[in-house]
């Protein structure tokens, strides 16, 4: 097993741990960091397609996260 592979590993890993989580909070920061190996991942492999979803779905994350931070606020 090679470090590439691992990555991959730790990203799956990351990614699904978010799917049991209750809290929505807690849910998007590990998700955002599934999603940063993911990147990572597709940077090694130099996939395109794993690299621009997981982007994406890190924006929708910190979106969501910056909006109930000023929900919060106000």
């Known amino acids: 097993m090679d470090y590439t592979e691992v990555i991959g590993y730790i990203a799956s ?10 809290e929505m ?5 590990v998700n955002i960091v599934g999603c940063a190996f993911f990147i990572f991942y ?10 621009i979803t ?14 109930k931070q000023k929900n919060k606020a106000q």
Do not use: D
Not at 42 to 51: A, D, E, K, N, Y
Not at 54 to 67: D, E, G, R, W
């Open 25 to 29: 909070t807690k849910l998007r920061y």
């Open 13 to 22: 890993a990351f990614v699904l741990l978010s799917f049991v989580m209750k």
């Open 42 to 51: 597709g940077v090694l492999l130099s996939s395109w397609p794993i690299i």
């Open 54 to 67: 997981n982007v994406a779905i890190v924006c929708v994350n910190v979106f969501y996260l910056t909006k």
